[in-house]
């Protein structure tokens, strides 16, 4: 049974931090119980507060740097510390990359005992503006008579207030200060639960979740707001099936992104999964063609495909790709992307992927190369279903190294691929996240 963890003091500790935990906070020691502290890097003395304390280890911030790391910046947003979405942005941009690379690197060392054969350069790009998709909380608080936007606070549930947002594209980011505003002029402010981001080439879509449904003239508001800057309107009364779009009126209810190397135009659904950092998605997909480089002659199994990502520039290479996707909405949305771009090479599954695809019509073709691109919670369920396939090159994309390294020991050492090629990519730039490309070799 687990024990509730203590309320922390009010007392003030010097701590020298020694290492960096993988999610970005400082590791210091005191009477050989460890402290994670954050906003604190190593090689650095730092007065912290304690913020919880547990029985095997304890919780604090940095208030004071009193020795500072040469890899110490001024994080770029004034938000930082209070507001959850960013955990590193102290630490230069270079560092960060390092760390994502040496956390990878220990996963697969101490947890998986797999050694890769070659290391790959990791995949890096702008460190500010970058994200394309987000998910901001909004709630009336009645005792402050204030409309809270933002991100979760760091160690709460709590809704951060923040002004604008370093990370998410300018056009939205630098308006959050507006956005609260007008929502907390709304008649039906309270109502108003989340606000999805989504942008697609020129277009920022805007959806309101609503708990209630909005007055004519808190309607008329927002509308007249998204005029202003340039944003689409969509509504979420209920579900996601709920989603619908207010303005502009009669235009397309989807968005778009480009893979501008491959030609390629992707039209998505304001709340579809798509990568938040398309300049890294583009060098990602350049890398996953160079590693698994398609011919004519290869016939190509994309797993997790979603709307097709990888999809659609393997099946402009190969002779034939198959894409499997759980959702069938996506699905479908795939196989208009192929439409779309006159792709005629490819077709698209709706299976779930947490199940055993052995008997699944698909499965029973040969395929020469596969791609996977699983959720966080990787593919341990189906990696010997994979392994039957007998496909010489696997490229598998990660967004959490350790059920990367989970699954890389499987690979290897029961189903005796090598890995060959690995590396990071910084999705995420100023935040603990780690997504990873690796091949691997029969």
Known sequence: MARRSKSPTNELIELEISGLSHDGRGIAKIDNKVIFVFAALPKEKVRAKYTRCHSRYSEAMAVEVLEKSNHRVQPPCAHFGICGGCQIQHLNSHEQVLHKQQFLADQLTHQAKVTPMQWLAPLIGQTEGYRQKARLGARYVNKKEALLVGFREQNNNKIAIIENCAVLDPRVGHRIHQLRQILGSLEGKSDIAQIEIATGGEEIALIFRH????????????????????????????????????????????????????????????????????????????????????????????????????????????????????????????????????????????????????????????????VLDPPRCGAQEILANIAQLKVKELLYISCNPATFARDAAILVHHHKYRLAKVGIMDMFPHTAHVETMGLFLA
């Open 211 to 370: 708990l209630q449904p909005l007055s004519s003239n808190d309607l008329n508001a927002l509308r007249q707001f998204c005029q202003e800057y340039h944003f689409s309107l969509y509504l979420q009364p209920k579900g996601v099936d709920s989603v619908h779009k207010v303005w502009p009126e009669n235009s397309d209810f989807e968005l778009k992104y480009e893979l501008k190397d491959q030609q390629l135009v992707y039209h998505f659904h304001p709340l579809d999964f798509t990568q938040v950092n398309q300049q890294i998605n583009q060098k990602m997909v350049n890398q996953a063609l160079s590693l698994l480089n398609p011919s004519a002659q290869d016939t190509i199994l994309d797993l997790f495909c979603g709307l097709g990502n990888f999809t659609l520039p393997f099946a402009k290479m190969a002779k034939y790709v198959v894409g499997v996707e759980g959702s069938p909405a996506m699905v479908a949305r795939a196989q208009t992307n192929a439409t779309l771009n006159k792709l005629t090479n490819t077709e698209f599954h709706s299976f779930d992927l947490s199940k055993d695809f052995s008997q699944a019509p698909w499965a029973s073709r040969q395929y020469t190369k596969l």
